[in-house]
């Protein structure tokens, strides 16, 4: 039974209610009648311990205090009990990024993979057709051909017949048939087995797709989901979000961020013993964000091979596909390496892949278009995915278009092949040669290890802090890694994410900063870098040690 | 403790498990246990009631039976718990018309308000700009002005300033900076009190703003919302898959869907005692959906001083606001309303209003841009809700600008002006045409009675059905009006959603038609409505009595 207490020295909060004792109450009704008493005479509520234990969601709030007090008018109304999200890409480093680029300071964006705002132009041929669309009374216009290309005008003429009122028509809640249709052919191409348009959904962006599937996923926070760490923050938000249990697998970084089986399976277990929790869905993210890794083929059929024993449904988030920087490990769907394992894993382990039109040459991230398709996930299931799908009516149908055009670029005698050719391995070639520089710059700087991006869009340096860094960043109430990229922010414009904003290691510290700006402003990027990072450490190096390794 | 209990008469399911007695195990646990073992034996897990009692996931899913049997694989994996979701909208009727649809039936559909699935033309201005803004390489076109106005190639390169990097790259999560300013202008403009663009978000359209705001409401199943009954299912879905509670109150059919102050009370007061619910918000739709009726600015104050005696977040939906069909009651914003009724009221009612551009004479639809507004919303609670929204990273660019369009259209003096007042106004002359023919055709019909749509794009016509139709489709195992509708489709090829999809009184019957067919074809629609209605009417007609009124 809820009772209000007296916090005597706090004049502040003056009128402590005492309820009438019924045991019909529950601790809702309690809080809620308190909270139309405080609406009048500005009382402040004040619960001792026991009424905690009775309150899950106020004990969540503060679970350290004795005495909890709350000002009811604002808290009970809106997002108690849900100010645990956490999003690092956005984040602190990103609010000041942005009060110093107000205050007239030129910022270097390295915080989220968004190529465009780095200057990254869009290929011709698909703006072109999705231009049409947007202006079908152009197709009737004599003038059109002087600039549009007859293949444009034609693909344009296509896709407005495959919906049912242009653009500004809802489609289907899981897209446009025909696109979906482009989208199974391209997957049959890249994996060598048939795909069925029917189990693949449109959606507004990846990060869309992903919260509607962790959202069907997640019942409670007794289900887990294992998640590896370092992990790109849309997964540990979302889950924290629904009100689920992120169970982080670590990826060893000396091992060039590999995934070690022993480590996932103490992981499952620790969570089932410690914690009572059901893990029902493992992530991966191949190529890695923030660590840049591609999974190899054997790995991939360790980790299918451990979902189909531990019974998880297994999310693939695989939007960096396109983007590999080296030919050792070209990138390989998880859902071609499950295929060919054969039977019985090929038909039971359940599998959810993400893509995107954000990433690759496109880096069409305002466009919010993406894709899901389910492998071996049960009817039923699927019909209950597409009723969700079905409430917020529709992804956006421009952003289907360019799905479509990226499963199915111009061909080989077309008239804007050359071109879209020429534009689309001009960006992926100048990529490739920024990984290098990048990493090779890092691994130039004083305690700095840094693996090099085999694919995505990121570096993940390794800062090996000293002690006085860290006990400064104390100081100054910051966690290390913020301290460091704070200061770097200040100290050059570079604005990037700590690694702590994707989880590490305990004591190890990182940032991440995308490999997008353009490739003629890298070398004084990396060299104004460097500077600030010697200085940094000669500043708080006292020869006494570092953070370790 | 979970035991597994063999049930003899079903050969199909013949290994149960008994597992070995431990205190220590939590329901979960055993379940995943049972779950491993049948991993490899393909046994049946079944329970009996005590288990039931102590696992609430399980018990919900078959709340009558005294045993429960579940196919492990499928089940535990995805979805159990959430296959209550239900969204009439894209429901039986729609899956049925699109069967008929591929079987080469021309169908009618009215199921949702998409105009231009209909066949309404797109503005020119707006997407003359939008095409631009996609193709900005056009800009430096020597011919472009041979195919697009002057006023739409400057606008386009204005908006294009005032993003970072086009159309393809991410905004700031809450959208640009530049069109939540153009928002706020056309707020105050509207309303004569400023709006912050701070306070506004803009969204993939109004619902997934809606979805976003109830997710933030709703910490768990203690959690009511109160929403109008009929209702627009978006609310009772969205409710559903985030676990709250749905709190209905009813709107009066003979009053004009009118709101009643008693009703409200009556349902916090019920929600409360007889369910402990915490109600922590109440919806609006204004124009009403499936309704259409108007809110008085009287009604507004009523709903707005209940909401502060209650201390409930009000949900605006005002995405119907320029479809108004009668001169009576113009539109009034609930923010209007609130701000004028002055102190306290003015500064502690907390609203959160939506707007998209997917409704009014626009009807885009398939763009998905919408915005939201928040009123009184504490400070640490916006801030909450935009970390919500970065997980998404940000809505779609394209559908930013056609709100920044809609907001700011083109002005008197422009080159452009004359043809979009036309284009405009044509629309809406028409769609008020519409309301009335179809209006006057229902009441028109046998056991019809249909209020006036006076504002929204829905009509909702009463359907009395005789007692021998409501014995035929119990017979049929459908709802009775569920029958009715399935039978109007395959007799007209008219595609509506019945009314108990969005909630009606008990043994009242109702459907939802849009007023969107082309106004050519509407007499022929509403004369093929009328024979069929007849008809069946004719055919369980037998004069004993009707559904009440």
Known sequence: MAQCVKKEDDPERPKPHYLPKTENYTCELVLRLLFLVSRTEHTWLFLDCEDLAATPFLRETNPTSQVVYINLLPCLLLVLGKTCVQYAVRGELYLRASELQKEGKKIIFTNVGNPHALGQKPLTFPRQVVALCQAPFLLDDPNVGLI??????????????????????Y???????????????????????????????????????????????????????????????????????????????????????????????????????????????????????????????????????????????????????????????????????????????????QLVSFHTVSKGYWGECGQRGGYFEMTNIPPQTVDEIYKVASIALSPNVPAQIFMGLM?????????????????????????????????????????????????????????????????????????????YCLKLLEATGISTVPGSGFGQKEGVFHLRTTILPAEEDMPAIMDSFKKFNDEFMEQYEDHRGYSRM
């Not at 290309?149 to 653009?167: C, E, N």
């Not at 809640?173 to 979906?180: A, E, L, M, W």
């Not at 960006?427 to 004083?446: H, K, P, Q, V, W």
């Not at 693996?451 to 995505?456: D, H, K, L, W």
Request: hydrophobic share 40%; charged share 20%; glycine share 8%.
């Open 148 to 169: 549009f290309p007859a293949d444009a005008i034609s693909r344009a003429k296509h896709y407005l017949s495959i919906t049912t009122g242009g653009l500004g028509a």
């Open 407 to 483: 499963v199915n670029p111009p061909k080989p005698g077309d008239i804007s092949y050359e071109q879209f050719v020429r534009e689309s391995k001009g960006i992926l070639e100048s990529l490739r040669r920024r990984a290098r520089i990048m990493t090779d710059g890092f691994n130039n700087c004083r305690n700095i290890v840094c693996n090099f991006t085999e694919g995505a869009m990121y570096s993940f340096p390794q800062i090996r802090l000293p002690p006085r860094a860290i006990e400064a960043a104390k100081r100054a109430g910051k966690v290390a890694d913020v301290f």
């Open 171 to 349: 489609s289907d809640s899981r897209g446009i048939p025909g696109v979906r249709k482009e989208v199974a052919e391209f997957i049959e191409r890249r994996d060598g087995y048939p795909s069925d348009p029917e189990l693949i959904y449109l959606t507004d962006g990846a990060s869309k797709g992903v919260m509607q599937i962790l959202n069907t996923i997640i019942r409670g926070e007794g289900d887990g989901v294992l998640v590896p760490v370092p992990q790109y923050p849309l997964y540990s938000a979302a889950i924290s979000l629904f009100g689920g249990s992120l169970v982080p697998y670590y990826l060893e970084e000396t091992a060039n961020w590999g995934l070690d089986l022993n480590n996932l399976r103490q992981s499952v277990a620790q969570a089932a013993l410690k914690e009572s929790l059901l893990v029902r869905a493992m992530v991966i993210i191949n190529p890695g964000n923030p660590t840049g890794q591609c999974l190899s083929e054997a790995n991939l059929r360790e980790i299918l091979n451990f979902c189909f024993h531990e019974g998880l449904v297994l999310l693939g988030d695989e939007v960096y596909q396109q983007n590999i920087y080296q030919d050792e490990r070209p990138f390989i769907s998880a859902r071609k390496v499950l295929i060919g394992m054969g039977l019985p894993i090929s038909k039971e382990v």
